[in-house]
């Protein structure tokens, strides 16, 4: 595992991600305390820590769903400004997957995945869906292309959400907490999705409180807590000896 | 194989046995004594107030004062000798409503039923005006325009080059919108006819639908304002909202004839009924706006984000996720406020606009119908009914179709 670290940490490689000194104000209180995170491509970093760390105010300043009144945030060579132009191009380029999943109700399966490549990225739509049907088989579920996601279960509308980020063709994707509103036998299909994801090269940033899945699959975890970065090790490391107090006082509460 | 019973065969309903509909009888009217008792009463009820109007209907009532202005009633004043014109707007609007309507579903024996009872009643209403023959002619005319555009709906159908052809269906409609209000008021050819010979119906009808018609984009524009996150915009939306539904509706349509010959500059003179018109449609835009704001407000928040984060700028998300959704979820309060902007227009007869209620008043005037006034204001009441009651299937039929997603 450490040997992965060093592999995807290639210092000649431009990060994808670099995010410096983030601060970020709820009225008076202080959600992120100076996170500073950088991200290799190709790098799969866990983010873990206790509720209310700051784990999905994070990764939302990074696509911009959220302000940050400090700091400097960098997607791939393009700094994330305030201008809606910009933060729409950084956007494209950065898939986001739901707790909620946050499928369009009113639309099939097959229009939510070509709604955003047809109308955002102006592909024709027969393309566009040839490219759905490609994901959703990728994904597994090529059979509900016509339903509407109210008639899927919890599993499948996860999976049709991963399906619609990937058809923009992102060179990120961010996950807060994909697996923690389904039903225990549903979590498996999700998880595999997203190892298989993490095997075809893809950045990941996942905010996850999936023990096993963070062990096997990231190559970085980093835990949160009270708005700051606490320790940052290989899973190896994090979970057989964490260095900090914190991390094991997390631990040992996560794994009972 | 056994021949199936001819009834079966026909597919025929089969009718309820005595002993199944008594079974009925006693479980839903006659299951406890109190339950006998309101059924008897309401039993009364009906036969005494049923009867009653049955009684005054048939011996009663002189029909004349209707039959003899039914045209007055449906056109009010406009010139007789121009009346093809709306027999044309008329057929113009069956053949547009058969076609869409084709060219969406295909012809059922369902609807069989529904074409004979609007077939039955424009005969009797042509053989009632009693002015001549034309009447039923048109009336033939019409219904063969709506046998042709059904068919030709089908045909089109069946063409590969349609679904490219389809999304122009709306064009379609507002060119046909524009030939319709060409046809009119004259002009570019046609005899000119002044706005104050629209009246009866043909303005109620015109009236509504334009108010309607304009009330609702105005409406999404505000309810979007109210929600806006610039600050000015959404003062204004939120300062002209609860103005205006501070305000009777017939204060704004006195303010609407005064006020806008004031405000505007005098090279331009809208016409009473345009005034009319953008007084409603003023009144009406506030409080869809408020029903639209409903509806934006029961979308969870993750709507947004996950458009958002797929890239769409703010008018795309508005336009293909937040108001397709929003506006489904108050499909009924918005038909609800229509029905009420139909029923409103009765006040302009107050600002001098002649239209439904108004053209009743004066028939009632005329020194040989004195005291008519039963039977014109029942007229009157099904007429209004009949517009309403078909909004309400309208809503209802939309609200449907969108139930399974
Ligand atoms: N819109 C908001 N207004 C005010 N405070 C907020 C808002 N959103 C989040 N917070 C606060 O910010 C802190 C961090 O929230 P965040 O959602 O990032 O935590 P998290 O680590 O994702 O927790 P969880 O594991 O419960 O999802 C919490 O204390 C939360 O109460
Ligand atoms: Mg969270």
Redesign the pocket.
């Known amino acids: 595992m450490t040997d992965l670290l060093e592999a995807t940490s290639d210092p000649t490689l431009p990060p994808m991600i670099t995010a410096h000194n983030i601060q970020k104000w709820?009225?008076s209180?202080q959600?992120l305390k100076g996170v500073d995170l950088e991200v290799s491509p190709q790098e799969v970093v866990v983010?873990m820590?206790?509720?209310?760390?700051?784990?999905?105010?994070?990764i939302?300043t990074l696509n911009g769903l959220?302000t940050h009144e400090q700091g400097r945030i960098v997607i791939d060579g393009v700094e994330l400004t305030q201008n809606p132009k910009h933060l729409e191009a950084v956007r494209r380029e950065v898939g986001m997957v739901f707790?909620q999943f946050n499928l369009f109700p009113h639309l099939t399966v097959l229009q939510n995945i070509t709604l955003a490549p047809i109308w955002v990225k102006r592909l024709p739509k027969l393309a566009a869906q040839e490219k759905a049907l490609q994901l959703l088989e990728r994904v597994g579920i090529l059979e509900q292309a016509q339903k509407y996601p109210g008639q899927l279960s919890g599993g499948q509308q996860q999976r049709v959400a991963i399906a619609r980020a990937l058809a923009m063709e992102p060179k990120i994707m961010l996950f807060?907490?994909p697996t923690?509103a389904l039903d225990p036998e549903m979590i498996k299909e999700v998880l595999d999705v997203m190892r298989s994801l993490a095997e075809s090269g893809m950045t990941m940033i996942i905010?996850t409180?999936e023990v096993g899945f963070a062990r096997e699959v990231a190559h970085r975890i980093l835990l949160?807590d009270g708005?700051q970065v606490v320790e940052q090790a290989t899973p190896e490391e994090f979970f057989t000896n964490p260095k900090e107090e914190r991390s094991r006082q997390f631990l040992a509460q996560i794994l009972g | 194989m056994e021949p199936l019973p001819l009834k079966q065969k026909l597919n025929l309903p089969s009718l309820p046995s005595l002993r199944a509909t008594w079974q009925w009888l006693r479980q839903n009217l006659l299951s406890t004594w109190y339950n006998i008792l309101l059924t008897i009463f309401c039993l009364w009820v009906i036969v005494w107030v049923g009867g009653g109007l049955t009684h005054w209907a048939i011996a009663l009532a002189q029909w004349q004062v209707v039959t003899d202005n039914l045209r007055l009633i449906l056109v009010g004043r406009y010139p007789v000798e121009q009346l093809w014109r709306l027999w044309l707007v008329l057929g113009l609007m069956v053949g547009v409503k058969t076609f869409s309507w084709g060219t969406l579903q295909s012809w059922q024996r369902k609807h069989l039923l529904r074409v004979a009872l609007v077939g039955v009643g424009a005969i009797l209403l042509a053989l009632v005006s009693q002015a001549d023959g034309t009447s039923l002619g048109w009336v033939g005319a019409i219904a063969l325009v709506a046998l042709g555009s059904s068919s030709l709906a089908t045909w089109c159908r069946q063409q590969a080059l349609w679904p490219r052809l389809q999304p122009w269906l709306p064009l379609g409609w507002l060119v046909s919108a524009g030939l319709i209000l060409w046809l009119i008021s004259g002009g570019a050819g046609l005899t000119p006819v002044s706005t104050t010979f629209w009246n009866g119906l043909l303005l109620t009808v015109l009236v509504a639908t334009l108010s309607i018609v304009l009330s609702f984009p105005l409406g999404v524009l505000l309810a979007l304002g109210r929600r806006s996150s610039l600050p000015i915009l959404r003062g204004l939306s939120i300062g002209y909202i609860e103005l205006v539904r501070g305000l009777p509706l017939i204060g704004i349509l006195f303010m609407a004839q005064v006020m806008f010959p004031l405000l505007l500059p005098p090279q331009i003179t809208l016409d009473a009924l345009a005034r009319a018109i953008a007084g409603l449609t003023l009144f009406s835009a506030a409080y869809l706006a408020e029903t639209v704001r409903g509806g934006l407000q029961s979308l969870p928040t993750g709507q947004w984000e996950a458009a958002k984060a797929l890239g769409f700028s703010t008018p795309l998300t508005l336009g293909l996720i937040i108001l397709p959704q929003a506006l489904r979820a108050v499909i009924p309060a918005i038909v609800g406020q229509f029905i009420g902007l139909f029923k409103d227009t009765a006040l302009l007869s107050i600002v001098g606009l002649v239209e439904l209620t108004g053209i009743a008043r004066s028939i009632t005037a005329q020194p040989e119908y004195l005291g008519r006034y039963a039977e014109v204001y029942l007229v009157l009441g099904l007429i209004y009914w009949v517009f309403c009651y078909g909004m309400s299937l309208a809503s209802r039929r939309l609200e449907h179709r969108f139930s399974d997603r």
């Open positions: 709820y009225g209180f959600v983010l820590g206790p509720s209310g760390s700051g784990k999905s105010t994070l939302r959220e707790q807060d907490e923690s905010v409180h949160m708005g």
